[in-house]
């Protein structure tokens, strides 16, 4: 079955350091987001693209960038770790369909010390 | 602004009992909504949806209600089973933005046997 995988499951890490999330979707599908879960806060987009090479700003960019080499994979940088982004990260692509709704994977917690 | 609210954080009701998830938006130009359901540990998972240009969709147990006029959409499920107990995302977004959605914050249902 096609699928979309998040590793690492769970991370910590110190403020300052480099951290990236990855995603894996085996759908060959154009386009994935990064959203962010927080209590109170529901689901906030970071990032999104809709095809290699392209990269785009959610509401919650700030501290955050991805890049897009290849259909399958949608990396989450954070270039410098604030305790601001401890939080659950979801990465989804959209199912084909009418209403076109979002195939999330199970999420990476990120704890930063 | 937040455009998609959920303003009930939880819900408690008995087993075989009706539950009645609301949600209001503020946009009226979003063509599709859609709710989610999301377990502890696990991604959210698509449930219903609905278009614009509907005010009723069924699926099982779950029915969707869109009222345009009054800017807001409810989830109905029943009968409510213990397995129902979850937090429910409601989302929308416009035709044109290929599954970029914007959710609420959630409301977590608790079904008591």
């Known amino acids: 079955d096609a699928e979309i995988t998040q590793s690492p499951r769970h991370k910590i890490t110190e403020t300052g350091r480099q951290v990236t999330l990855a995603c894996h979707q085996t759908?060959?599908?154009?386009?994935m987001f990064w959203y962010r879960q927080d209590l109170g806060h529901g689901l906030r987009l970071i990032h999104y693209?809709?095809?290699?090479?392209?990269?785009n700003k959610g509401e919650v960019s700030d501290g955050y960038s991805v890049s897009r080499s290849n259909t399958e994979d949608l990396p989450l940088t954070l270039e410098s770790a604030a305790s601001s982004q401890t939080s659950v990260y979801f990465c989804?692509?959209?199912?084909?369909?009418?209403?076109?709704?979002?195939?999330f994977g199970d999420g990476t917690r990120l704890s930063i010390l | 602004d937040q455009q998609v609210k959920q303003n009930s954080p939880s819900l408690s009701v008995q087993e075989g009992r009706i539950s009645i998830l609301n949600c209001d938006y503020t946009?009226?130009?979003?063509?599709?909504f859609l709710w989610y359901k999301k377990y502890p540990a696990e991604g959210p998972t698509f449930l219903i949806s609905?278009?614009?240009?509907?005010d009723k969709n069924e699926d099982g147990r779950f029915t969707v209600f869109l009222n345009k006029s009054a800017k807001h959409l409810s989830l109905h499920i029943v009968p409510s089973q213990p397995g129902d107990s979850a937090v429910y995302f409601c989302?929308?977004?416009?035709?044109?933005?290929?599954?970029?959605?914007?959710f609420g914050d959630g409301t977590t249902l608790t079904v008591k046997p």
């Open positions: 989804a692509s959209p199912s084909p369909g009418e209403s076109q709704p979002q195939h």
């Open positions: 759908w060959n599908h154009n386009n």
């Open positions: 693209s809709y095809g290699v090479q392209d990269t």
């Open positions: 946009n009226s130009m979003f063509d599709y």
């Open positions: 609905i278009s614009s240009i509907k």
């Open positions: 989302a929308a977004r416009y035709n044109t933005n290929a599954g970029k959605s914007t």
